[in-house]
């Protein structure tokens, strides 16, 4: 290696078991976790033969898992980690949310040709998204992606993804407006649809559908379904809102949509993570694979021949 890590976790421990500041540290330098209920060691999918971090969604990002590290992304900085990522549905705007710097998160979702993009977006997912040049080679979801990051120029970020331990070839997403300087650095799995904001005033088909996903859960009555957003479909909202420990301000955005889908029984593939690294500005490359122990002694040696 060329280069020296600033800091380096495995993110491996106890298959089962829900990760903790503690267990993290055990695995490498440290970090913390936050809400970590939907997260758990696991061994479906292990990289180096380590067992890695599954993060399943929840109801809206401060509700996901979050995996934490501070002080290591002050510019120039470089990282690295490897992200099991599903195959997920296309063409209805749904997202993960696999990693956030700062104020800004990394956007990642399946192209219609089974490939995995990435966009970057404000801390506010309904405005619109940073949109990257984007070159190289794709790299299909459904298996473990290396994502390493080069911050050396002031919001300007360049990201690449590889297939697993690749080197030569990759995809690789350049991004003009983004800071990543400053906060924490976090890997989570958020999911979400991008979906026009619903309010008061609005009114037809998506609001109907909107009724009637409020029906289907208890948060209307049956027949309401009139495609008018009204008294009784704001109060509906602010009582969802206020249950789920959403921002209760009565308009049903990305977030709000999102936690409905998942308190309706939504099932949506988990992601992994694992070797997250940082170092200073150098691209990291791939994990080294361990370096197998010597063989233990033996402690009879057999001795073949004559002796004197």
């Not at 993290?24 to 033969?49: I, Q, R, W």
């Not at 549905?89 to 040709?113: C, K, M």
């Not at 990201?159 to 331990?165: A, G, L």
């Amino acid at each position: 290696m060329s280069w020296t890590l600033a800091f380096e976790n495995t993110l491996t421990g106890p298959v089962g078991q829900v990760p903790t500041d503690n267990s993290l540290t055990a695995s490498g330098d440290p970090m913390t976790v936050t809400t970590p209920g939907h997260s758990e060691y696991s061994d479906t999918y292990t990289l180096h033969n380590l067992n890695t971090i599954q993060i399943k969604t929840g109801k809206h990002r401060q509700e996901t898992p979050r995996l934490s590290v501070s002080g290591f992304n002050d510019l120039p900085f470089s990282i690295r980690w490897y992200c099991w990522f599903p195959q997920i549905p296309t063409g209805n705007g749904e997202r993960r949310w696999i990693a956030r710097f700062g104020d800004v998160g990394l956007i990642a979702h399946q192209t219609s040709y089974g490939n995995l993009y990435l966009q970057m977006s404000p801390a506010d997912i309904a405005a619109d998204e940073i949109s990257p040049t984007a070159s190289g080679v794709a790299q299909p979801v459904g298996q473990w992606l290396r994502i390493e990051a080069q911050y050396t120029t002031t919001n300007n970020p360049v990201f690449r993804v590889f297939s697993e331990h690749q080197e030569d070839e990759y995809r690789e997403f350049s991004f003009a407006g983004a800071d990543l300087s400053g906060g924490d650095v976090q890997l989570t799995g958020y999911r979400y649809r991008r979906r026009t904001l619903i309010q008061w005033g609005s009114s037809g088909q998506a609001v109907t559908e909107l009724q009637e996903e409020l029906i289907a859960i208890g948060y209307l009555p049956s027949g309401s379904a009139d495609g008018v957003y009204g008294d009784q479909l704001y109060n509906a909202i602010m009582a969802f809102q206020t249950d789920h420990g959403l921002t209760a301000d009565g308009a049903a955005g990305n977030e709000t949509r999102a936690a409905i889908d998942v308190v309706r029984g939504g099932a949506y593939p988990p992601l992994y993570m694992s070797h997250l690294a940082f170092a200073d500005g150098t691209w990291i490359g791939p994990e080294p694979a361990p370096i197998p122990p010597l063989p233990e002694p033996n402690p009879y040696p057999i001795s073949i021949g004559l002796t004197a």
